[in-house]
Each structure stands twice: as structure tokens, then as C-alpha cells.
């Protein structure tokens, strides 16, 4: 994807927001909505969001007064930044912070549709990432076009993935070598893991090994798959068996798939666990919509 | 003589920032002895690190010349991988960066298993990380 300016974008999609960035920034997870972009490795911008307020317009002025303290003095409007006009397009209020020399440090916008407001804090002194800043911040989308569709998308690093809407995340992992997401909704929990490099992995245990200690569950009925590149596992147990987990806390009913990425070298796999029967389909429609990129 | 003498704010500690500890180039210590194994992983042995006083109590029950408690660690694949990277030349970034590239790992997973790496190695003595003028 190119801008006007002629910036590299790539799209990332993290807890209900869509940005595209510089595609040489990476983005890093600090929290369920706090994401920071670097050039290697050096801090380039970091963003956090809220979604929005009932008094959206008081809760803007308050976030305004509330960065103040950090980020610098407020730029008047008369001498806003001239990089950040194309940000307008997106956002109905937007502040800028500078500091003492009066470079800007950052600012705050309100959404004009969902009155989501977003903070963004400018890293580095460099003069061009706020051209770049602009760049992403007049891409970002905090209401999710995709969940009209009944998904919401999670794309970050080199994973994407398409959860359905009530699924809200409970947590998240960015481990050595493993990648987990958790999600709930009403009755279901959900697990998504990214495993690699899948090669070393698969040397010590089997595709079906790797399915049980992720799932932890005993009485896990396993399939391999068609392609020998996929395994399944079900747990449907019986209603006495139904009394005996919900006595360990646990979830009885279990759905879980796992496939290789060939091409990535990378393991895949998505566990679902729920308190009623789960349909296979669920699992599948998921574990589809799950992908290097 | 104060018995609780106020700390001076500006005075304490202040630990590396991440991008400091990034520019960092580690590489192993003198007193590291390492060997490639036949496998191909490597084998480090290294002085312990015990207090003289249990230093003097071992070497009263041992007979013969005396000598240093050592200890043996084995690398697996990737740690004797990453383990031959510490050359006194690359910085933590370009390990990081070699590491995900032969791993498949993203940057963030590929930092956070070499960061530990670091970690563990630091702690035992076996690492040394200073930055380009050392």
C-alpha cells in the first residue's frame, strides 16, 4: 500500500483498530490497547486507545488535561502542525502536545463516529516520523468495518487472524517460540497458539503431542488429518463424566485443531473449550481464518 | 553517624534502558571453557561461584591437588547457535535479528528468547555485555 507521500504501508489490525504503518516499523504489543512501532528497534511511536465514553466530549477534555503533564504544553490550533492536517479527515477533535523547543510530542483525537479517543506519543526526535505518524494516523479505523461482517480481525507481526464478534480477548502471550491469544464469549473460550519453527518442534513430539499438552485435556479424542499436515481433537464427554470436570473447574467440552504452516514453518492451532457441545464447524471456520502473512 | 541516612534521589542506580541494553554486544567470558560437540551443540564448563568459606571446606575433604569446583552446561541446537554469535563484535540487535532470520521467529519472540538467553548466561558468569568502546 502506498500514500500520497509515497510511504511503504502495511496493515495491522490489534483489538478493534486498523493502522497501517511504515511497512519498515514493527509493531509491538504492550498491552491490550497499547501497541509502539520501531525502526530497527528504535522506538518510533507509540499508541494507546479508549473506547468511547457516554460524555465523549468530557472525556476528551479530561484525557487532554491528563497527557498534558507528560507529553508537553497544548499547540494552539492557530499553529497546528501542518503534517497532521490529513489526520483531520478521521478524527472530529484532535490536540497537539510540543515541548519546550515546540516540536511535537504527541497528541490526542477523538473518533468523529465511534468518539473513540486515541493518544499518540512521538518517540524520537527525527522530523520524518511525524510525516509518517500522519501517514498511519489518517489510516486508523477504531470501529471495526470488519466486524459488520460478525468478525473482528487481529493482524499483527506475521499472523492474522478473524475471530467472531462476541469473542472479547481475556489475554495474551508473545512468548519464545509461542504466540497465544485467548479469547471469551458468552459460553465459549477460545485459544489461539502460533508455534515455531515447527521443523524442531516436530522432531521431539508428534502433531497429535502437541495438541494434547496445549490443550491439557485427558480424554481428548484424536484425528490426524487428510493431509498428515492437521490434527483434531474432540472431547464430548458423558454427563457423568460432565460432573467430574466441572468438579476441577474445568471445561468438559473440548475442540481443538491443529495444522502445520509448511510454508512458514510454523504450527497453528486453535482450542476451543466450552461448558455445551461445540460444533466442529466453529473450530474450522476459525482455524481457516488463522494465517502467516 | 546517621543510621538512616537519606537516599539522594539522583544518586540511585538507574538501570540500562532497553535500546541501551540492545546496543550491548555481549561476548563470553575468559573463564568459560566451551567445546563443539559432536552433534554439533556445545558444552561450557565454568568455574562455580561459591564463598570462600565453603571453597575452603571443599577442598579440606578433597584429596589431591587442589582445584576449583566447575560446572557443565550443554546448549541445545539454537543456544549453541546463538552461543557461537557472541563474538565480541555483534550487537544484541544483530543477534536478534540473525536469530529470527534462521528461526523463522518474529522480532518480538526472537528478542524475547535471546533477551533470556542473555539472561540465564549473565547470571552464571558466562556472559559479558559492553557496548562498542569495551
Known sequence: ?293 | MKLFKKKRAGKERQGLTRTEALAGIPRRSPSAIWMVLEDGDILIEFPLNIKPFFLQLANRFQKGPQSRPTKKLQLDQMGSRVWQMFDGEKDVKTIIREVSEFSGLSLQEAEISVTAFLRQLGRRGLVIIGDQSS
Not at chain 1, 489518517?138 to 507481526?157: F, M, P, Y
Not at chain 1, 462476541?166 to 459460553?187: C, E, H, I, N, W
Open chain 1, 1 to 293: 500500500m502506498t500514500t500520497g507521500t509515497s510511504i511503504d504501508l502495511r496493515h495491522i489490525a490489534w483489538n478493534g483498530i486498523h493502522i497501517d504503518i511504515p511497512s519498515v516499523w514493527d509493531a509491538r504489543v504492550l498491552g491490550q490497547r497499547h501497541l509502539i512501532f520501531e525502526k530497527d528497534f528504535q522506538p518510533q511511536l507509540q499508541i494507546r486507545w479508549e473506547k468511547s465514553a457516554r460524555r465523549h466530549a468530557r472525556a476528551f477534555e479530561k484525557g487532554a488535561t491528563r497527557y498534558s503533564a507528560q507529553m508537553g504544553s497544548l499547540v494552539p490550533q492557530d499553529r497546528f502542525p501542518e503534517a497532521l492536517h490529513q489526520v483531520r479527515t478521521n478524527f472530529d477533535r484532535i490536540l497537539c502536545y510540543q515541548n519546550e523547543t515546540g516540536m511535537v510530542t504527541g497528541g490526542i483525537c477523538q473518533c468523529a463516529a465511534c468518539h473513540a479517543l486515541l493518544l499518540f506519543q512521538l518517540l524520537t526526535d527525527d522530523v520524518a516520523v511525524l510525516t509518517e505518524t500522519a501517514a498511519s494516523l489518517s489510516t486508523v479505523l477504531c470501529h471495526d468495518q470488519a466486524e459488520n461482517k460478525g468478525e473482528s480481525l487481529w493482524r499483527i507481526q506475521d499472523f492474522a487472524l478473524a475471530v467472531p464478534v462476541p469473542f472479547v480477548m481475556q489475554d495474551y502471550t508473545f512468548g519464545a517460540g509461542l504466540t497465544r491469544l485467548s479469547f471469551k464469549s458468552k459460553d465459549l473460550s477460545l485459544q489461539t497458539c502460533k508455534l515455531g519453527p515447527a521443523d524442531t518442534r516436530l522432531n521431539q513430539q508428534s502433531l497429535a503431542e502437541i495438541l494434547l499438552t496445549l490443550t491439557g485435556g485427558s480424554g481428548l479424542e484424536l484425528a490426524d488429518g487428510e493431509d498428515d499436515i492437521s490434527c483434531t481433537g474432540e472431547r464430548n464427554p458423558s454427563i457423568l463424566k460432565q460432573i467430574f470436570f466441572r468438579l476441577r473447574r474445568e471445561k468438559p467440552f473440548l475442540s481443538a485443531k491443529i495444522r502445520h504452516d509448511t510454508d512458514n514453518n510454523r504450527l497453528l492451532a486453535v482450542i476451543l473449550s466450552s461448558t455445551r457441545p461445540i460444533p466442529l464447524t466453529t473450530t474450522e471456520d476459525i482455524c481457516r481464518k488463522y494465517e502467516i502473512v
